[in-house]
């Protein structure tokens, strides 16, 4: 009886949900009212809930724990689950079998594509182009959506300086603006105008906040920093994808100020909520809960609590939310209106994906045959892992090559598949990407006899290996010893015209819990490098790795270097695009790659200091150096080669003295001056000399790609308002200064055309 009467009213509730297409907050606050009013405390605690399916397969739900908490209403959300068939089996039950019939969410890190992999996040941000990187996230979510997912855990937009930490892999590098950038693109890419339409998916930005400042770049680490810094440098991207819109945010798993971030009332509920105005949910990183335990920040029934109080609105995997907060409501410990607050923020997203409508929406087995690693999706992420790879080094242009001769494919990674997706490719079929190998072969046909050795394990210490190729990446290690393998390769490649030397890094020495303190190649594998060069056969390196590594001996030694991080699904054949010259190199780097890991953190955007070295010194005793090494990086941020020449005119202002609230342009003329076409990121820098808080020597305020044809010039043209010379100020007042500006425009960081003016 009781149960009719709960049935008619959600009846009721549900049947009044039909119009899908308002997105408006507010649009479902009576719909969400009347639903808050007839839940019981557990199933609003149910809400708060987000498990991981964890290793479910189809069949074995109905009798899991999971199913049954599902019945029983204690579940809003679950992830790690794929395949139409399980989603909606798990969603029948929610829908079908518990008391108040509200759907799930389905989550997924789904982070640089779904079964169509695009490049790790670093290299694809590698491209510049926001178009492209839009359009690799809307490919995803609708892969994604054609599973049945209907939330992704991305994009990570942790800003990092240290390529110790293996995480800087997932994120877009060390840059604010760059960065800030690709979040909106990313976001507007997932979510697309409509979230309720079925092939958009519900946006994640993570981790929040500073995640990638962790001390000594040791994953889950301390970080500390000054608000000032927090404000300029590492909030904006998070601000900009709360700009564009997206629904919901992941706390971050490090302290802030002492308090773990999935706690911290200032992070989650004064900024975000009340200064950035997010209205979304907020959900915790994987057990980031209770790991306050461990912290040192109370039990689980005291830190459940103290989340939920500072905004926190779903638990991932810990169930402190839903076992504890009973008890601290009876002590008074928390309100039942944060409670309601924090469930309806749940099924706001609900109700704004269109699951009340249609909570199989995202659960059409026709799409998943039809939709997903298709042909034109496959040829996309191709093109897009060829526009990611940053070209290092061309001397004498080995690169490109030619189509014919005998080519030695030599190297760990060469004949390696599952490793070409790289780290967090969890829908990857990692077994049918392209290899080195394979996509060289297909590109020379019968014009050109490729022969193959291994040349190297991955790393000398087997252990090490298998660490860094986990998740079914294993390389197959090669049981002889690092000379006989050695030998065999260059017996090999002594009967080549050219060598290409795929080596670097395994897919998971990269990633989440990856860190590294020697961030070089492997020594077995520059040995085998060595043994390569010793054979006098020209040597192409093509560099295989999820962070920034110490490239100086390659730099000094080996003719050319093409940087193709873990390029996607489809990486061997975009390889062979690039080293064949099909497609023109364009890529530029968007983190600095240092001479030696002690440099660490380092980036472009530095600080003068007091005691910087005068031009042209890389040692002066009482300066800001280092005794054994000079402070360049070996490529600096912005830095990337084509196989043509652009070269840069002289700046021109269209004023000198800027007026507070007026604008200012600047132009410069570059011109295509190599035989080939190609593309250029033309960078936009400045540099504020005098502020109340001390400026860095630069920072990109803007980048336009072009493409230019041989002898064909451009002129490009940035204009800027006091916006993009405001700053943080030490009360954090936001605001411009006047005084002198120098303004810079060119190919990279370091080589830049210089002009100044005066904002007045
Ligand atoms: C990671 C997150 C990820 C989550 C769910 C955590 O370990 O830090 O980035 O979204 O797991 O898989």
């Given at each position: 009886m009781k149960y009719g009467i709960y049935f008619?009213?959600?009846?009721?509730?549900?049947?009044?949900?039909?119009?899908?297409?308002?997105?408006?907050?507010?649009?479902?606050?009576?719909?969400?009212?009347?639903?808050?009013?007839?839940?019981?405390?557990?199933?609003?605690?149910?809400?708060?809930?987000?498990?991981?399916?964890?290793?479910?397969?189809?069949?074995?739900?109905?009798?899991?724990?999971?199913?049954?908490?599902?019945?029983?209403?204690?579940?809003?959300?679950?992830?790690?689950?794929?395949?139409?068939?399980?989603?909606?089996?798990?969603?029948?039950?929610?829908?079908?079998?518990?008391?108040?019939?509200?759907?799930?969410?389905?989550?997924?890190?789904?982070?640089?594509?779904?079964?169509?992999?695009?490049?790790?996040?670093?290299?694809?941000?590698?491209?510049?182009?926001m178009e492209l990187i839009e359009k690799t996230a809307r490919v995803a979510a609708q892969e994604a959506s054609a599973d049945g997912i209907n939330w992704t855990f991305s994009p990570m937009v942790d800003l990092s300086r240290d390529a110790r930490w293996g995480r800087i892999s997932e994120g877009s590098g060390e840059d604010t603006y760059l960065g800030s950038e690709i979040a909106k693109a990313m976001v507007r890419g997932y979510q697309g105008d409509d979230l309720s339409a079925n092939n958009t998916i519900l946006s994640c930005v993570k981790h929040y906040a500073l995640y990638g400042a962790s001390e000594a770049g040791r994953d889950y680490n301390t970080t500390d920093m000054s608000r000032h810094r927090m404000y300029n440098e590492y909030f904006p991207p998070y601000k900009a994808a709360v700009d564009a819109g997206v629904g919901s945010v992941m706390a971050s798993f490090n302290e802030i100020d002492g308090i773990p971030a999935t706690a911290n009332k200032w992070l989650l509920t004064d900024v975000l909520r009340d200064e950035w105005g997010f209205n979304g949910f907020i959900v915790s990183d994987y057990t980031g809960v209770s790991e306050m335990i461990d912290h040192g920040y109370g039990d689980l029934q005291s830190v459940s609590a103290h989340a939920l109080a500072a905004g926190l609105d779903m638990d991932m995997v810990s169930e402190g939310l839903l076992t504890t907060l009973a008890q601290s409501l009876k002590e008074g410990k928390i309100t039942e209106a944060q409670i309601n607050a924090a469930c309806r923020r749940i099924l706001k997203a609900k109700f704004d994906l269109g699951l009340f409508d249609d909570p199989y929406r995202y659960c059409d087995e026709e799409r998943a045959k039809t939709e997903i690693f298709t042909t034109e999706n496959r040829a996309f992420a191709r093109s897009v892992a060829a526009q990611s790879f940053v070209l290092l080094k061309n001397q004498n242009n080995v690169l490109p090559l030619q189509k014919k001769g005998t080519i030695a494919v030599v190297g760990p990674l060469a004949d390696a598949a599952t490793n070409m997706t790289g780290t967090w490719s969890v829908a990857a079929r990692f077994s049918e990407s392209v290899t080195v190998l394979e996509g060289l072969k297909k590109a020379v046909g019968e014009n050109a006899k490729v022969v193959y050795a291994k040349g190297s394990n991955?790393?000398?210490?087997?252990?090490?290996?298998?660490?860094?190729?986990?998740?079914?990446?294993?390389?197959?290690?090669?049981?002889?010893?690092?000379?006989?393998?050695?030998?065999?390769?260059?017996?090999?490649?002594?009967?080549?015209?050219?060598?290409?030397?795929?080596?670097?890094?395994?897919?998971?020495?990269?990633?989440?819990?990856?860190?590294?303190?020697?961030?070089?190649?492997?020594?077995?594998?520059?040995?085998?490098?060595?043994?390569?060069?010793?054979?006098?056969?020209?040597?192409?390196?093509?560099?295989?790795?999820?962070?920034?590594?110490?490239?100086?001996?390659?730099?000094?030694?080996?003719?050319?270097?093409?940087?193709?991080?873990?390029?996607?699904?489809?990486?061997?054949?975009?390889?062979?695009?690039?080293?064949?010259?099909?497609?023109n190199p364009s890529g530029k780097l968007t983190t600095t790659f240092p001479q030696h890991v002690g440099q660490l953190p380092m980036y472009y955007s530095q600080k003068n200091t007091g005691r910087p070295l005068a031009d042209g010194q890389w040692f002066q005793k009482f300066r800001s150096n280092y005794l054994d090494v000079s402070n360049d990086p070996v490529y600096p941020f912005g830095y990337g080669l084509s196989y043509t020449e652009f070269q840069y005119g002289e700046l021109k202002l269209d004023k000198t003295e800027m007026p507070m609230s007026g604008s200012l342009?600047?132009?410069?003329?570059?011109?295509?001056?190599?035989?080939?076409?190609?593309?250029?990121?033309?960078?936009?820098?400045?540099?504020?000399?005098?502020?109340?808080?001390?400026?860095?020597?630069?920072?990109?305020?803007?980048?336009?790609?072009?493409?230019?044809k041989p002898d064909e010039s451009k002129t490009v043209s940035f204009t800027f308002t006091e916006k993009e010379l405001s700053f943080y100020r030490a009360d954090l007042t936001f605001g411009a200064e006047p005084g002198k500006f120098h303004v810079f425009v060119g190919g990279n960081s370091r080589d830049a055309k210089q002009a100044e003016f005066e904002l007045k």
């Open positions: 008619l009213l959600v009846c009721i509730v549900f049947s009044s949900c039909t119009n899908q297409s308002k997105t408006a907050s507010n649009a479902y606050d009576k719909k969400i009212d009347s639903l808050l009013s007839i839940m019981t405390l557990e199933e609003k605690l149910g809400q708060l809930n987000l498990p991981t399916a964890g290793q479910f397969t189809t069949g074995q739900a109905e009798s899991s724990d999971i199913a049954k908490k599902i019945e029983k209403g204690l579940v809003g959300g679950l992830f790690n689950i794929k395949t139409v068939k399980s989603i909606r089996e798990m969603q029948q039950i929610a829908v079908e079998k518990s008391r108040l019939k509200i759907p799930l969410l389905f989550g997924m890190d789904v982070i640089h594509g779904y079964e169509s992999v695009f490049p790790i996040p670093l290299g694809l941000s590698c491209s510049w182009d991955l790393h000398d210490d087997p252990a090490i290996e298998e660490r860094g190729t986990m998740f079914g990446k294993s390389l197959n290690r090669d049981p002889r010893s690092a000379n006989a393998i050695r030998e065999e390769a260059v017996r090999i490649a002594r009967s080549a015209d050219v060598i290409v030397a795929a080596v670097g890094e395994g897919a998971e020495m990269s990633g989440e819990a990856s860190s590294r303190v020697n961030i070089d190649i492997p020594q077995t594998q520059r040995d085998l490098l060595k043994a390569l060069l010793e054979t006098g056969k020209p040597v192409v390196l093509v560099l295989f790795t999820g962070r920034p590594l110490t490239l100086k001996w390659e730099n000094e030694n080996i003719p050319a270097i093409l940087n193709v991080w873990f390029g996607g699904s489809e990486a061997g054949d975009a390889i062979a695009d690039v080293l064949f010259g099909d497609v342009t600047v132009s410069v003329e570059v011109t295509n001056t190599g035989s080939r076409e190609g593309a250029e990121v033309v960078q936009l820098y400045i540099r504020d000399l005098v502020g109340s808080v001390t400026r860095p020597v630069k920072e990109l305020k803007g980048f336009q790609k072009i493409t230019l």
